[in-house]
């Protein structure tokens, strides 16, 4: 997931479980009060990193980060914009590169036309688990259900895809914003009849439910991009982009490392998220690690926007308006090395 952040310190049943309406609140706010940016970093100062700790999607960057001796701070977009973060979930701290879903880089650059995609580190396999005893064969069958999700976010809009698929929308379910880790015992109890997220959520409610459970691919449909971002600002100073260069050089070898043998990847993102190795394990598969610019971000950037756009009440922007958000000259700079 992409789209949440969160911070340690906390239990871990206190740390996500937070997230729910909190979590909905703050992505909604990215075009209110703005906080006061921090001033920028000393040239001489470490890279500024900052991500969403407990997303397995991470994965490649905490890898980055260990290789390199930087921090990943717990933040997202909204440090590169000084921007408020979900309280609770945000440190403080102006960011040089960042990570978050495409939603929340299209929801943020609407007032900071600034904000740059360098790459995409993670695709994250979304998909939803129903229960199969409340009557749900199909995805049509979810007509009338009421579905754990967060309607704001990519797992939102993965749903309004799915749903689409076979006619429906959003007007036809209950959408219930629980707190992440209440979802797949709000299954279990009956409370709601599937459940779609961000994993590991998803895996934990399809195992809460066992053979009762029935799983809808969110394959050809739609697969979270999980970007890493930057500021037009940061790659026009000499300095900080060749440290954003460099980072990303490591993000894409750490990528191909992982690939081949995930077992440090998975310890360290168990380390950072709070959740077991072996609940890490079991959505490991749910990802691909791609550390690459995907052919069709920008489309998906585009028909994304409209759906934005539409819960925002704003005139959505044309295609070549966001493709300004993306800059491929840094991946392409930093695969020359």
Not at 89 to 95: H, I, R
Not at 113 to 141: C, F, H, Q, W
Not at 188 to 215: F, H, Q, T, Y
Not at 216 to 236: D, H, P, V
């Amino acid at each position: 997931m992409g789209d949440c952040i969160t911070t340690r310190g906390f239990g871990v049943t206190r740390r996500r479980g937070l997230v729910g309406i909190a979590l909905l609140m703050a992505v909604t706010a990215a075009g209110g009060a703005k906080a006061q940016a921090p001033a920028a970093s000393p040239a001489s100062a470490p890279l500024a990193v900052y991500g969403n700790r407990t997303t397995i999607e991470l994965a490649p960057v905490l890898m980055a980060a260990e290789r390199t001796g930087t921090t990943v701070k717990m933040g997202g977009v909204n440090n590169l914009t000084g921007d408020p973060g979900a309280p609770g979930y945000s440190s403080d701290g102006l960011a040089d590169v960042a990570t978050n879903a495409e939603t929340q880089a299209l929801r943020f650059s609407v007032k900071n036309p600034n904000l740059r995609i360098v790459m995409t580190v993670t695709e994250g396999l979304y998909r939803m688990v129903a229960r199969k005893s409340a009557g749900i064969a199909t995805v049509a069958d979810l007509k009338g259900k009421r579905v754990a999700t967060i309607p704001q976010t990519s797992s939102g809009y993965f749903v309004s895809l799915l749903l689409a698929k076979s006619g429906l929308s959003f007007a036809d379910i209950t959408a219930v914003p629980l707190a992440l880790p209440d979802m797949p015992k709000a299954l279990k109890d009956g409370r709601v009849d599937a459940v779609s997220i961000w994993e590991p959520e998803v895996e934990n409610a399809a195992l809460a439910i066992g053979p009762d459970a029935i799983d809808f691919s969110g394959k050809g449909i739609y697969r979270e991009l999980f970007n890493l971002n930057t500021t037009a600002e940061a790659l026009a100073d000499p300095v900080r982009r060749a440290r954003v260069v460099a980072f990303v050089r490591e993000i894409v070898r750490a990528a191909a490392d992982l690939r081949k043998d995930p077992t440090h990847a998975k310890q360290l993102v168990a380390q950072a998220s709070g959740y077991s190795y072996e609940v890490v394990d079991r959505s490991w598969a749910h990802h691909n690690y791609i550390a690459a610019l995907p052919s069709d971000l920008l489309d998906v950037m585009v028909t994304e926007e409209i759906w934005l756009a539409g819960q925002d009440k704003r005139t959505a922007r044309g295609r070549a308006e966001l493709a300004k958000l993306i800059d491929t000259s840094v991946l392409a700079e930093a695969l020359k090395n």
